[in-house]
C-alpha cells in the first residue's frame, strides 16, 4: 500500500529549537534564502540549513521531501514576493507590464536562488496564482484562447529567461562583473572604423545600454506585438 500523506500541520515540529525558534516551511525558506545570497548554491545543504536553524538536519525532512522540494519551495516564495500586494486593474498591458518587471525584480533580488529556481515548475501556490491571473488577464482583455496561451508562454518564458541571465550577472564576483562591464569601454569603445564600422559608432550607446537589463524593452515589444496580434483578431 501507498504510504499516507502526513498532513502539513502534523508535520511542522511544535517544540522550539534550543535557541527557542518555532519551525516552519516559511523560516526554513527565508533561512535558505539567506544561504543562498551568503555563500551561493554550494552553501545551501541540509547540514548548514540545520546549523543556521539551530535544528538537527533531519527535522528539516518534516517539512520538505528532499533538498529539491526545498529548491521548488524557494522558487515559488519568490513569486510570492512579486505578487504580493498586486491587484489587476483592468487595463491589460499594464497589468502584465507590472506583473512581469515584478517577477523579474523578484528573482534579481536573489540572483542565487534565480539562478536554482527559474528553471523550474514548481506546481505550487504562488506559481499557480501567476499563472491564472496572467491567463485571466489576457482572457478578459479578449485574446482567444490559442493567442491567449501564446502570449502567455512567450510573457513567462522571457520573464524567467531574463531573470536567469540577469541574476547571472549579479551572481558573479564583483571583480569578473565590473571587468565585463567595462569592455563596452575597455575594448568596444576603442575600435576602429575601418574594422567595425557598426560597432563604432554604437559604441557610445552600447556602453550605457549594455550594463543595464535589457527585460523592459524586450517586455515593452511583446506587449506591442501582442496587442497587434489582439487588434488582428477583433
Given at each position: 500500500?501507498p504510504k ?34 551568503e ?18 538536519p ?18 515559488d516564495?519568490?513569486?510570492g ?7 489587476p ?10 506583473v ?25 501556490a ?11 488577464v ?62 563604432a559608432?554604437?559604441?557610445?550607446l ?5 550594463v ?17 496580434r ?5
Amino acid at each position: 500500500m501507498p504510504k499516507a500523506v502526513v498532513p502539513e500541520e502534523k508535520r511542522r515540529r511544535r517544540r522550539p529549537t534550543k535557541s527557542g525558534t518555532v519551525l516552519s516551511e516559511a523560516l526554513i525558506v527565508e533561512t535558505a534564502l539567506r544561504l543562498l545570497r551568503e555563500h551561493g548554491s554550494a552553501g545551501l545543504t541540509a547540514r548548514r540549513l540545520g546549523l543556521a536553524l539551530d535544528a538537527d538536519p533531519s527535522t528539516l525532512y518534516r517539512y520538505f521531501r528532499g533538498m529539491d522540494d526545498l529548491t521548488l519551495a524557494i522558487g515559488d516564495a519568490l513569486i510570492g514576493q512579486a505578487l504580493r500586494g498586486w491587484r489587476p486593474t483592468g487595463q491589460w498591458r499594464a497589468d502584465l507590464r507590472t506583473v512581469g518587471l515584478r517577477i523579474h525584480a523578484a528573482y534579481v533580488g536573489h540572483p542565487q536562488a534565480a539562478l536554482l529556481t527559474t528553471n523550474r515548475v514548481t506546481g505550487r501556490a504562488n506559481e499557480l496564482a501567476a499563472d491564472e491571473a496572467v491567463l485571466d488577464v489576457l482572457r478578459t482583455a479578449g485574446f482567444p484562447l490559442p493567442e491567449t496561451v501564446r502570449v502567455y508562454h512567450a510573457f513567462i518564458d522571457q520573464t524567467l529567461a531574463f531573470a536567469a541571465l540577469d541574476a547571472a550577472s549579479l551572481a558573479l564576483p564583483s571583480a569578473a562583473l565590473r571587468a565585463d562591464e567595462a569592455m563596452w569601454r575597455s575594448t568596444y569603445a576603442r575600435l576602429p572604423r575601418t574594422t567595425h564600422p557598426r560597432i563604432a559608432e554604437a559604441a557610445p550607446l552600447l556602453a550605457t545600454r549594455m550594463v543595464t537589463s535589457a527585460y523592459p524593452t524586450a517586455l515593452e515589444m511583446l506587449l506591442d506585438s501582442a496587442e497587434a496580434r489582439l487588434e488582428a483578431v477583433r
